[in-house]
């Protein structure tokens, strides 16, 4: 007799992937709800060859079985409700962007995180090239943004309870800053609310207490309790003054809130969200529009056998999502399937905090927030300082064959502000973590958080707001430096790599080996001394990675689990590591961005608080720019040692004809494509770089 496999010809093999996309999704999405569909989209425009374009927003019901070992990682979800299938119920929101005619796509999805529940589309570029666009929910606390909305994306998860039913409780920390006066606040974690309440609004049954200062390695001065009685879980304003109308959202002060304090709340929690089901939600979001037909009710996936390859891409709070995603195994879905082939974790040093019990993941790796626990590299590394186990981001991934290709690419205001550098060097910061050949990265120096608005302009901007709720503003100018034109070559070379296998340029950023990456202090990096800025130095300034003690329940390695200690003790401060930069103060070692080959001033991934309570120290993640003087006789008579505009490029002509060349040679490189090197060209011939009269006033 002749075996099956003998007889399997094409027809067969076709029958058999028919029948493969005509099954129902299983344990996973159950069903689908398109809520509002646009057709077409876009005021109807129609792009390239794939023509108009349609979106949809719905809510997708999936549910989980707690005990697959895909999902029994997810703190706290043998504590979530069950259906009478056994199973964990969720909701989540999504946006699909797509061709009408799905056979005119590309077939390449991209799966974008949205940050804080801002629900992102694909850019148009990416319509002109047929691709589809997909955002959905993963961030189920409900706090300010991520609160369910029309034209935002969100998880619904459940709250866990203990096996007998009864509220689970935890400590909680809140804090507030540069508030002052009668009115009450509400406790923030970067822009949005706390998204858990006290038990009780007995102040007795929590604490406040005032700080005088506090060091960025979080050393505490003048630290002082604040009365039960002296303050309330209240609303409070100069019309309803102490105690105010009771709110477990708000503290209120008697007397009013002192400026020059800080404010530190710790208090009693119950009904804590199963966040770490929007990992689960999101691998299984995607893994429905990549492979399902229908929905287990028949309703047909509107991309159905259409979806070849899936990328995920997130910026700075998503971007830890995916590194997060991956180290947690999340790439395979419950049928064992890889879910993304590629993964774009953009300007994200560490890993969200998640999943974790009364989880805060809109942390920015301020004092007292969790993220950086366990690996945050992509290869097998010891971690010898806070006594881990060698670890990597790829671990899980790597055991069952379903890791991405992957890009990264950050700029100075992570390696400044947002603990990069472990990333590059581990806690020991003694040698260069290798990347695997599934990793490319590309490191745009003197950028701050995102990169600025480009442009040629001797005009200097504002100073920034220091990110974060009423943090303060900078010292110094906006940095203008883009990652627009690098982030447009990176698209082209990273869809290449996923659909045709086409290696993009090599990894480029500092390293220790080439002597660009060098402790965080004015001497070793090399700034030079500009006049003007009397006791300002990039010493001191650098945000360290603080080793927690967040108690026995806490995995450290998997940044997991129950932490049971507010505030928790800081055991040490992680060495750094920061670029060395030139004469002019602007960083080496990354790749070519023309603005930092034709210089206006000095780039800088960090500034200074101007005023309040964090006065001279980093200014979060905000860059900033200190310009070069005009002319020689300018520079001469204030002692600045960076060349003038005058003496770098005689005219404005020569200005031009340097970005020109810095172009070509960045176009040379991989990192610019020719539109925008022309584009380029034409904003600096159109620039106030060196022309004569009001212009060049500052």
């Not at 945000?543 to 967040?550: G, K, R, T, V």
């Not at 450290?556 to 590591?577: E, F, L, T």
């Amino acid at each position: 007799m002749t075996s099956p496999a003998r007889c399997r010809g094409p027809w067969v093999l076709s029958l058999v992937a028919l029948v493969a996309l005509a099954a129902p999704a299983g344990a996973e999405v159950k069903k689908i709800v398109v809520d509002k569909k646009v057709s077409p989209a876009f005021d109807g425009k129609a792009y390239g060859s794939a023509g108009p374009y349609e979106t949809l927003a719905g809510r997708a019901f999936g549910e989980l079985d707690p005990n697959d070992p895909h999902n029994r990682i997810i703190t706290d979800i043998q504590l979530a409700p069950r259906n009478r299938n056994g199973k964990v119920e969720y909701v989540a929101s999504f946006f699909l962007v797509k061709p009408v005619d799905m056979s005119k796509s590309s077939h390449l999805m991209w799966h974008e995180v949205p940050n804080r529940g801002g629900r992102l589309t694909i850019p148009e570029e990416e319509r002109l090239l047929g691709d589809v666009g997909l955002s959905s929910g993963w961030q189920g606390d409900h706090s300010g943004a991520t609160a369910p909305g029309d034209d935002n994306d969100y998880v619904d998860v459940p709250v866990a309870r203990n096996r007998d039913g009864s509220p689970i409780t935890g400590l909680v920390l809140g804090r507030i800053v540069n508030a002052s006066g009668p009115d009450s606040r509400p406790m923030l974690i970067n822009a949005n609310p706390v998204p858990y309440k006290p038990a009780s609004l007995d102040t007795t049954r929590a604490t406040l207490t005032t700080h005088d200062s506090e060091t960025i390695d979080g050393r505490i001065g003048g630290e002082r309790a604040v009365a039960a009685g002296d303050w309330a879980w209240a609303r409070c304003s100069a019309s309803n003054p102490f105690p105010g109308t009771p709110d477990p959202t708000q503290i209120c002060v008697k007397g009013g809130f002192d400026p020059a304090l800080l404010y530190q709340v710790v208090f009693t929690a119950q009904d804590p969200y199963v966040l770490g089901i929007g990992y689960a939600a999101f691998r299984d979001m995607a893994a429905f529009f990549h492979f399902a037909a229908a929905d287990a009710e028949g309703t047909p996936n509107p991309v159905a056998s259409q979806v070849k390859w899936a990328i995920t891409r997130g910026r700075s709070q998503s971007g830890n999502f995916i590194r997060a995603f991956l180290h947690l195994g999340f790439n395979q879905d419950e049928k064992n399937r890889q879910v993304y082939d590629g993964a774009w974790p953009i300007i994200a040093g560490r890993r969200i905090s998640l999943n974790t019990r009364f989880a805060l993941p809109d942390g920015a790796l301020k004092l007292y927030e969790a993220g950086g626990e366990g690996p945050q590299w992509w290869v097998k590394w010891p971690d010898q300082v806070r006594g881990l186990p060698a670890a990597s981001l790829l671990d899980r991934c790597t055991a069952s064959n379903t890791c991405p290709k992957i890009v990264e690419h950050f700029g100075a205001a992570e390696m400044w502000g947002l603990t990069l550098s472990p990333s590059f060097v581990g806690t020991s910061a003694d040698k260069d973590i290798p990347l695997p050949a599934n990793v490319r990265r590309y490191y745009i120096g003197s950028t701050q958080h995102g990169g600025g608005n480009g442009g040629f302009n001797v005009v200097p901007a504002a100073a920034p707001a220091c990110p974060g709720p009423n943090f303060g503003r900078g010292m110094f100018a906006a940095n203008p430096m883009p990652h627009t034109e690098t982030m447009n070559a990176l698209r082209v070379h990273f869809r290449n790599w996923v659909m045709h296998d086409t290696p993009p340029p090599p990894s480029v950023y500092p390293m220790l080996a080439n002597g660009y990456l060098v402790d965080p202090t004015r001497e070793a990096t090399g700034f030079p001394a500009i006049p003007g800025l009397p006791g300002v130095t990039p010493t001191g300034l650098v945000n360290p990675m603080l080793d927690y003690d967040w108690g026995p329940n806490f995995n450290y390695v998997d940044g997991s689990g129950i932490p049971s200690k507010a505030p928790p003790a800081i055991k040490r401060a992680i060495r750094m590591k920061v670029p060395r930069v030139d004469e002019d103060g602007n960083e080496l070692g990354g790749v070519p961005v023309v603005l930092r080959e034709a210089p206006l001033g000095t780039y800088l991934g960090w500034n200074v608080v101007a005023q309040g309570f964090h006065k001279g120290k980093i200014c979060n993640y905000a860059g900033g720019m200190i310009p070069f003087a005009t002319t020689k006789a300018e520079r001469m008579a204030s002692g600045d040692p960076r060349l003038s505009l005058e003496e770098r490029y005689r005219t404005h002509d020569g200005y031009v004809e340097a970005v020109r060349g810095a172009a070509a040679r960045a176009v040379g490189a991989g990192f610019l494509l020719q539109q925008d090197a022309d584009k380029l060209g034409a904003q600096a011939a159109a620039s106030n770089v060196l022309v004569p009269g009001p212009a060049q006033t500052r």
